[in-house]
C-alpha cells in the first residue's frame, strides 16, 4: 500500500490521500485520468478493474467517485475521488479509453447528473429518454410530472449522438452516427421474447450475420436510486429485491452488510448460518433458471420446463421458511426477520441428492447434445482482458480464467469458514459460461451441505435502534450473487437517510460486452450468447 | 363438355395473368401473376391427360423455378418499388418484339392446328417409356443430348460458384 | 332467457370472491335482454374464446419470472387452455402485463395493445403494473397500466403467486363467458 | 388371395356403392357429384385430422415436459382444439397498412392449397385414395413444393424485417432439403419400380420397403424423415419462425383465420410427411402379413385397413414430436451444412448402392423369394 501511496504521490503532487476503510485519493477533475492511466499501467500491481464508477451530487459541486481493483486480486481496493469544475456545465475526463466498463457508467451518471464526460465516444443519456428535462439523482431536480409527461406517442430512434471531444488542446461538440447509412437494422427488444426481459438491442445485421449492436436500456429503470434518497435504511431493503430479483436475497444480504458495517452492528452467528444457506439455495435457483432459460433461447423447450421443475422444491423451501417465493423478504438490518422451519434441514438434505441426481439427467439431456455443442463451443469468445475490461464478473467471469469471486478473495459473513471451489475455466465461449453454473450449482450444494447440520443456537437478529442512523462518511461492500459481484455503496451523512447510494450491479458490464463478442457472430448465436451471460434487466436499470 | 368448361376457365386464368404479369409495375407482382399462369398451364396438361407432364411443370416451373426466381427477388433492393416507364425508344423496341413474338406463335399454331385431332389422340406417355427414351442409345432415343445438357449445367454451376467466391 | 351462473369446470361459483364488477355486469346483461338464439350462439362462441385464451406476455420485471413458474411443470397453465403463448401481439388474445410500467416503456405498450387484433383483453400481474407498487414516487413510473390502455383483471401480489394468477385468469374466463358477440346491438 | 375375404368394417364398399347408385346418371354429373363428395371428404378429414394432431402434440409434449397438458375442456381435455377453432375462427383479420394486400392475403392460401392437394394423394385406405397418378411419387414432391411460396410471399408482403428474416431462412431451408426428400423417395422408385401409390402398397404385402432394400432403404428412410422434418419447419429445424430469435418469424403479422392456416398447415405438412413415409416405406395401409400364417393374415386383415395406416402414421408422428421437444434448435449455417455435406451426398451414394442391389438381385425379396 505504501507503494502505491508513493506512485500516487509521484504522479500527482496535489493528490490527498485520506486512510478510511479503503485508500480514498481525491484529485483536480483534469489530472484524474493521468492518475488512473498511472495505476492501470502499474506493472507490479495493475488496477486495471473497475468495480463502481458511481456519480454524487455533493451539494456544491458534482462528482464522480471510482473504485478501482486489481484483477490479480480483487481484495485491493482504492477509491479515485474528483469534482467537476463548473456545475452548470460538470466536464470530466473519461476513462472509456482504461476501462470499458466505463463507458456504459458514464452515460448513465451523464443521465442522471448531467456530468459530462470528455471524450467518450458516445454520450446520450442511458436510462431516459433524449428529451428528459432535468437531471433526477441532483439534489435540486424539479420532481414535478407536468415537466416530464407519460406520453404514449411513439417516438422515432435517432443514431445520432453528441459528444465532446478533446482535439488539439481545445474542447469541440459534435455528432457522430452510431449506423451507416445503409444499415439493415432490426430492433431487439424492448418487447421480445428473449433479450430477458426489457432490453433493447438495435442489430445492425449482414445477412445473418451482426455487424453492429447498440444497446438501449432504461424500459424498466424506476429511479431506485433516487427513492432511496428519501427512505430509512430498512424501508430500502426491499428495493434490492426488486434489483436482480433471481438473486434477490444476495442483493439484500449485501445492503445489510454494508449499513452493518457502518453502523457497527454484530450479527448473531446464526443468522449468518441462515443468510449464508438461504444465499446459496438462492444462487442455486438463480443457476437453475439462467440454465432453463439458456436451452429455451437455443431452442430446447422441454430443457426450460425442466429446469423451471427443480426451481420450484427450492421455492418450496423459501415458501415455508418465510412465505415467499421468488422474493423472500428474508434478510434485515442486523439479521433475519423469520427463523427456520422445524423441518427445514431435513428439507434442504433431502433436496441435496435430488438436485445432484437432476445435475446428471441435465448432462445427459443437454450438455452433450450434438446440436447444443455446436450452438455454443467458440461461439461469443471472450479474452482475459476483455473480461477484466469490462468488469465481467459472476460464471461469465470466470469462465474466461479470471478469478473474480468475492466470496473466496474478500470472505464475508461466514464463507472464510466453509470449504468450496472456485469454478475456473479459460476457453471463455458460451459452452464454458454453461458449465461453469452447472458446476457451481454442484459447488453450492457442497456449501451447503457443509453448513446445514451445524446451525447454532441462538438469536436470529441482533437488537438495534428503532431509527437507524449511519454515521458521516462513504461506505463500500462487495459481494458475489448469482450473476457476478454486486456492489452497495452509501454516502451517509449523519441522517437516517442515506445523501446517495448506488448499486453495482453485475448485468451491465455483462450486457456491456454483448456488442464486442457478438460482432460477426450470427443472429441465432446472439440469443444464445445472451442465454449464456445470463443478464437481469431490472438489474441494469435501477 | 366438363372438359371445355375447364379448359376455358384454365384459358382465362393463363390470358388474364400473362397480361398482368407483364404489365404489373411491381416485379414480385409480376412473378406471382407468372406463377398463376404457369400452375394454370400444368392444369392444361392435366386436362389433356399427360400427368407426367404437370408434375414437372409443378416440380420444376413453379416449385423449382420460381422459388428461386421469387427468393432472388427477395434479395434485391426493395422489389415492392414501382418500376419506372421506360424511354420511348425501348418501348416501341418492345413493341415490335411483342408483335414478332405474336406472329410466331399465330403462325406456328396456324400450321399445327390440322394436326391437333391427332397429336390428341396419342395417350399419356409411360415414365418407363420416358426414362428409356432419355437414356437410351438406340435411334430416336436421348442419351448424348442429355448428358451434353448435364455437362453444360455442371458447368453453370462451378461457374456460378467462382463468381460467388470472388464477392 | 335467463343468464345461468357461470361455470367454470372444477370450481364451484361460490369460491369466486364477491366480483363486483361481474356481477354489475351481469345486471346490465339481464336488464337489456337476449334472444334466444343468440343468446344460445353467443354460449358457444364465449366458451370456445374463454378456453382458449393465448396469451402475450409483456413481461417487464420480477413478475414475469412468476409468470414463467405458472407456465412451467409444476402450476402448469396449459390444463385450462392457455398454454399457446405468442410472441406476436396479432395472434395473442390477451396481454399479461408482468411488472412495472416506466414512461419510456409506455408508448411501447400502448402500441403493442394496439396491435393486439380483438377480441382482446389485459391482465395486469403484480403491484407495479396495477398502481405503480412501491415505486409510485418515483420520476420515472407510470403509476399504473389502466392509465395507459384499459385493464380487465387485476391480479394482486409482488410478485402475485402463481395460483393467484390462475384465479385472476379464471377471473377473466368468467368475463368472457358473459360476453355478447351476437347479441350485442352496438356492433 | 387372403385380400378377397370379406372385411366388414373397410370403407371401400361405401365408394363402390356410391359408383353403382351413380352409374346411371350422365357422365358430367356423376364426376361432379363425385368430385364435390370427394372434395368435402377430404377438406373434412383434414380439418378433423388437424383438430386431433393439435390436441395430441398438445398432451404428447405435456407428458414430455412432466406436465398435464389441457385437461379442463370436455373429457381430458379433448375439446381443446375445439374450442381454439371457434376462437380462432372470429378473431379479427388486421388489415395493415403499408403492405402489399393482394400477396398479404393470397400467402395464406398457397400453403393451404398445397397441404390439401398432398394431402389428397395420400392413401389412408383400401380404395380410401382420390387421386392415384401413375406419378404419384413426383406428383407428391412437386405440389408440396408450392408451399414454400406461402412462406416467401408472406414474408416479403408483412413489410416486417423479422418476417423477412424467417422467409428468407425458410426458402433456403427448403429449397436444400426437397432435394433430399425427393432423392430419398426415388430410391425407393428405383426399388419398386413405381411411381405409384397403390402399386407401391400392393408391392410390399409380405415386405414392407424399409426392408426389403435392407441398408439402402433404412439410409433412405432416416434421411426422409429428417428433410421431412425440416421441410415442414418442425423439430430442432423450425427457424422460419424461431421464437427466440424472430417472435413468429414468417407470420408474424398475421392474425386469426389467416394465421390459423399457417397453424393448420403446419400440423398438417407433419402428417402428410409421416403418411408418405408410411406409404413408401412401411406398407401403407398393408396388414401385417406373413407369408404362409394363413390364419395370422387372416386375424391381420379382420384390422381395417385405415387404422393400419393411421396407427404406423402415428407411430412416425409421435416419434417427430419426441424429436421436436427434445433437441434445440439448429443454426442457419448448421442446417444447410447438415443437407449439402453430410445428406445429399449420403443420398446419392445411397441411389447407386439401391440401384446395384437391385440389379444383382440382393433385395430380400429377391434373395428369399419363398418367405416373401
Redesign the interface.
Given at each position: 500500500m505504501e507503494k502505491i501511496k508513493k506512485l500516487i504521490l509521484d504522479t500527482v503532487k496535489d493528490a490527498v490521500i485520506e486512510e478510511k476503510q479503503i485508500l480514498t485519493v481525491t484529485v483536480s477533475w483534469d489530472k484524474l485520468h493521468l492518475l488512473a492511466k498511472t495505476l492501470k499501467d502499474n506493472a507490479e500491481l495493475p488496477f486495471d478493474f473497475l468495480v463502481m464508477l458511481t456519480g454524487v451530487d455533493r451539494g456544491e459541486t458534482l462528482g464522480v467517485n471510482y473504485l478501482i481493483s486489481s484483477s490479480t486480486d480483487i481484495s485491493v481496493e482504492v477509491i479515485l475521488k474528483t469534482d467537476a469544475a463548473d456545475r452548470e456545465n460538470p466536464l470530466i475526463y473519461t476513462v472509456t479509453d482504461l476501462y470499458e466498463t466505463a463507458h456504459l457508467n458514464e452515460r448513465e451518471a451523464f443521465a442522471l447528473l448531467g456530468i459530462r464526460f470528455i471524450n467518450n465516444p458516445d454520450m446520450r443519456r442511458f436510462?431516459?429518454?433524449s428529451d428528459w428535462t432535468g437531471f433526477?439523482l441532483r439534489k435540486d431536480?424539479d420532481?414535478n410530472?407536468e415537466l416530464?409527461p407519460?406520453?404514449?406517442?411513439?417516438?422515432e430512434i435517432i443514431d445520432i449522438t453528441p459528444r465532446i471531444m478533446e482535439v488539439d488542446g481545445k474542447l469541440v461538440e459534435d455528432t457522430a452516427n452510431i449506423f451507416e447509412a445503409d444499415d439493415?437494422i432490426?430492433n431487439i427488444g424492448?418487447?421480445?421474447?428473449?433479450t430477458h426481459?426489457?432490453m433493447h438491442f438495435r442489430t445492425a445485421?449482414d445477412g445473418?450475420i451482426i455487424k453492429k449492436i447498440d444497446v438501449h436500456s432504461?424500459?424498466?429503470?424506476?429511479?431506485?436510486e433516487?427513492?432511496s434518497e428519501?427512505l430509512t435504511y430498512p424501508q430500502i431493503l426491499?428495493?434490492t429485491d426488486?434489483l436482480d430479483?433471481?438473486s434477490a436475497n444476495i442483493n439484500r444480504h449485501g445492503l445489510c452488510m454494508c449499513v452493518e458495517k457502518a453502523g457497527e452492528i454484530e450479527v448473531p452467528e446464526r443468522a449468518q448460518y441462515i443468510r449464508v444457506i438461504m444465499d446459496e439455495l438462492q444462487r442455486i435457483s438463480s443457476h437453475l433458471?439462467a440454465w432453463a432459460a439458456m436451452?429455451?433461447?437455443?431452442?430446447?423447450?422441454?430443457?426450460?420446463?425442466?429446469g423451471?421443475?427443480e426451481?420450484?422444491h427450492i421455492?418450496e423451501i423459501f415458501d415455508k421458511t418465510c412465505g415467499g417465493?421468488?422474493?423472500i423478504n428474508q434478510n434485515v438490518i442486523g439479521g433475519v426477520m423469520f427463523d427456520i422451519y422445524n423441518e427445514f434441514q431435513q428439507d434442504v438434505k433431502a433436496f441435496i441428492p435430488y438436485m445432484r441426481e437432476k445435475l446428471k439427467e441435465y448432462d445427459r439431456?443437454?450438455s452433450h447434445?450434438v446440436?447444443?455443442l455446436?450452438?455454443m463451443i467458440g461461439i461469443g469468445n471472450m479474452t482475459k482482458e476483455e473480461t477484466i475490461s469490462y468488469a465481467v464478473t459472476g460464471p461469465a467471469g470466470r469462465a474466461s480464467g479470471w478469478s473474480c469471486d468475492i466470496r473466496k478473495h474478500q470472505p464475508y459473513s461466514i464463507y472464510g469458514q466453509v470449504d468450496f471451489k472456485e469454478v475456473i475455466r479459460t476457453e471463455g465461449d458460451s459452452y464454458a459460461r454453461y458449465l461453469n453454473r452447472l458446476d457451481e450449482i454442484e459447488e453450492s450444494l457442497h456449501i451447503i451441505e457443509q453448513l446445514i447440520d451445524n446451525i447454532p443456537a441462538g438469536e436470529i437478529c441482533a437488537k438495534t435502534k428503532a431509527i437507524i442512523k449511519l454515521p458521516v462518511g462513504e461506505f463500500y461492500q462487495r459481494i458475489e450473487t448469482a450473476k457476478g459481484e454486486f456492489g452497495v455503496f452509501i454516502e451517509s451523512r449523519g441522517e437516517k437517510q442515506p445523501w446517495r447510494l448506488k448499486f453495482r450491479s453485475p448485468s451491465m458490464a455483462l450486457v456491456s460486452i454483448m456488442p464486442l463478442i457478438c460482432k460477426d457472430e450470427?443472429?441465432?448465436?446472439f440469443?444464445g450468447i445472451g442465454g449464456s451471460m445470463d443478464y437481469v434487466?431490472?438489474d441494469i436499470d435501477r | 363438355m366438363a372438359q371445355q368448361v375447364i379448359f376455358f376457365i384454365l384459358a382465362i386464368i393463363i390470358a388474364t395473368f400473362s397480361i398482368l404479369a407483364v404489365t404489373s409495375k411491381q416485379i414480385i407482382r409480376s412473378a406471382t401473376y407468372l406463377l398463376f399462369v404457369l400452375l394454370a398451364t400444368a392444369g392444361l396438361y392435366l386436362l389433356l391427360g399427360y400427368n407426367y407432364l404437370f408434375a414437372v411443370q409443378i416440380a420444376v416451373y413453379a416449385g423449382g423455378v420460381m422459388v428461386l426466381f421469387i427468393f432472388a427477388i427477395l434479395l434485391t433492393n426493395r422489389p415492392g418499388e414501382n418500376i419506372k416507364t421506360e424511354l420511348p425508344v425501348r418501348r416501341i423496341a418492345a413493341g415490335i418484339t411483342v408483335i414478332g413474338g405474336l406472329a410466331f406463335c399465330a403462325h406456328i399454331i396456324y400450321w399445327n392446328i390440322k394436326r391437333v385431332g391427332e397429336l390428341v389422340s396419342q395417350a399419356d406417355i409411360s415414365p418407363v417409356k420416358l426414362g428409356h427414351t432419355m437414356l437410351g442409345t438406340g435411334k430416336y432415343e436421348y442419351l448424348l443430348p442429355f448428358e451434353v445438357i448435364s455437362i453444360l449445367l455442371l458447368a453453370c454451376i462451378v461457374g456460378a460458384i467462382m463468381i460467388a467466391r470472388k464477392r | 332467457m335467463e343468464l345461468k351462473n357461470v361455470k367454470i369446470k372444477g370450481i364451484a361459483n361460490e369460491d369466486f370472491n364477491d366480483n363486483e364488477y361481474l356481477e354489475d355486469y351481469i345486471k346490465q346483461i339481464e336488464a337489456s335482454g337476449v334472444n334466444l338464439v343468440f343468446g344460445k350462439l353467443d354460449e358457444l362462441i364465449n366458451w370456445g374464446r374463454s378456453n382458449s385464451l393465448w396469451p402475450l406476455?409483456?413481461?417487464?420485471?420480477?413478475c414475469?419470472?412468476?409468470f414463467?413458474?405458472t407456465a412451467?411443470?409444476?402450476n402448469d397453465f396449459s390444463r385450462f387452455g392457455y398454454e399457446v403463448t405468442r410472441?406476436s401481439p396479432r395472434q395473442a388474445d390477451m396481454m399479461i402485463v408482468c411488472?412495472?410500467l416506466?414512461?419510456?416503456?409506455?408508448?411501447?405498450?400502448?402500441?403493442?395493445y394496439d396491435q393486439m387484433a380483438e377480441p382482446k383483453y389485459v391482465v395486469v400481474m403484480g403491484a407495479c403494473a396495477i398502481s405503480g407498487g412501491?415505486?409510485i414516487?418515483?420520476?420515472?413510473?407510470?403509476p399504473g397500466i389502466d392509465?395507459?390502455i384499459p385493464v380487465d383483471v387485476y391480479v394482486p401480489g409482488?410478485?402475485p403467486?402463481p395460483e393467484s394468477l390462475l384465479y385472476g385468469l379464471m377471473q377473466l374466463q368468467r368475463k368472457v363467458k358473459l360476453e355478447k358477440f351476437l347479441g350485442n346491438k352496438q356492433r | 388371395m387372403i385380400l378377397n375375404y370379406s372385411q366388414p368394417l373397410e370403407l371401400d364398399g361405401v365408394s363402390k356403392a356410391l359408383d353403382t347408385s351413380l352409374s346411371a346418371l350422365p357422365d358430367f354429373w356423376r364426376i361432379l357429384i363425385e368430385c364435390v363428395l370427394v372434395g368435402v371428404v377430404i377438406l373434412t378429414t383434414y380439418a378433423v385430422i388437424a383438430l386431433i394432431l393439435i390436441y395430441a402434440e398438445r398432451k404428447i409434449t405435456a407428458f414430455?415436459?412432466?406436465?398435464y397438458g389441457p385437461n379442463r375442456v370436455g373429457k381430458w381435455g379433448l375439446l381443446q382444439s375445439v374450442a381454439d377453432t371457434i376462437k380462432i375462427l372470429l378473431k379479427e383479420i388486421i388489415r395493415i397498412n403499408n403492405v402489399d394486400r393482394f400477396l398479404f392475403f393470397a400467402a395464406p392460401f398457397f400453403m393451404v392449397c398445397a397441404s390439401v392437394m398432398t394431402f389428397g394423394a395420400i392413401a389412408f385406405g383400401k380404395g380410401l385414395l382420390a387421386v392415384d397418378f401413375n406419378i404419384g411419387v413426383l406428383y407428391v414432391t412437386a405440389v408440396s413444393s408450392l408451399g414454400i411460396i406461402g412462406v416467401l410471399l408472406a414474408g416479403w408482403s408483412s413489410n416486417n424485417?423479422?418476417s423477412m428474416?424467417g422467409a428468407m431462412?425458410s426458402g433456403a431451408q427448403f429449397v436444400s432439403y426437397e432435394l433430399s426428400a425427393g432423392f430419398a423417395l426415388m430410391t425407393i422408385v428405383v426399388l419398386t419400380g413405381t411411381m405409384q401409390f397403390s402399386e407401391m402398397i400392393e408391392k410390399q404385402q409380405y415386405c414392407w420397403n424399409i426392408f426389403n432394400g435392407h441398408i439402402s432403404s433404412m439410409i433412405a428412410f432416416v434421411i426422409y424423415i429428417i428433410s421431412g422434418h425440416a421441410e415442414t419447419n418442425r423439430g430442432?429445424f423450425?427457424?422460419p419462425e424461431?421464437?427466440?430469435?424472430l417472435?413468429a418469424g414468417y407470420h408474424t403479422e398475421y392474425s386469426g383465420i389467416q394465421f390459423g392456416f399457417y397453424y393448420l398447415a403446419e400440423y398438417l405438412n407433419m402428417f402428410i410427411i409421416a403418411g408418405i413415409a408410411t406409404t413408401v416405406f412401411l406398407g401403407g395401409y398393408m396388414p401385417i402379413q406373413v407369408h404362409g400364417w394363413e390364419g395370422f393374415n387372416q386375424v391381420m386383415n379382420y384390422i381395417p385397413s385405415y387404422v393400419w395406416f393411421f396407427s404406423k402414421t402415428g407411430v412416425l408422428i409421435f416419434l417427430s414430436l419426441w424429436v421436436r421437444?427434445?433437441?434445440?434448435?439448429?443454426?442457419?449455417?448448421?442446417l444447410l451444412a447438415l443437407e449439402w455435406k453430410y445428406l445429399l451426398p449420403i443420398n446419392l451414394v445411397n441411389i447407386v448402392v439401391m440401384v446395384i442391389l437391385v440389379l444383382t438381385g440382393l433385395t430380400l425379396t429377391d434373395l428369399f423369394p419363398s418367405l416373401f
Open positions: 436510462f431516459l429518454n433526477p431536480y420532481p410530472p416530464n407519460v406520453s404514449i406517442e411513439s417516438k439493415y432490426i424492448p418487447q421480445h421474447p428473449s426481459g426489457v445485421l445473418e432504461g424500459y424498466i429503470h424506476r429511479g431506485i433516487k427513492l428519501n426491499h428495493f426488486r430479483y433471481l433458471l436451452t429455451n433461447d437455443l431452442g430446447a423447450t422441454t430443457a426450460f420446463i425442466y423451471m421443475r426451481r420450484e421455492l417465493r421468488l422474493i439431456f443437454f447434445n446440436i447444443a455446436g450452438r450470427k443472429l441465432s448465436d440469443i434487466i431490472p | - | 406476455i409483456y413481461a417487464t420485471s420480477c414475469g419470472i412468476e414463467m413458474a412451467a411443470a409444476h410472441n411488472g412495472t416506466v414512461h419510456k416503456m409506455a408508448p411501447l405498450i400502448k402500441r403493442v412501491p415505486f414516487n418515483s420520476y420515472h413510473v407510470v392509465t395507459i409482488c410478485p403467486r | 414430455f415436459q412432466a406436465r424485417k423479422y428474416i431462412r430442432p423450425d427457424l424461431a421464437e427466440s430469435e417472435t421437444w427434445s433437441f434445440p434448435r439448429l443454426r442457419i449455417d448448421q
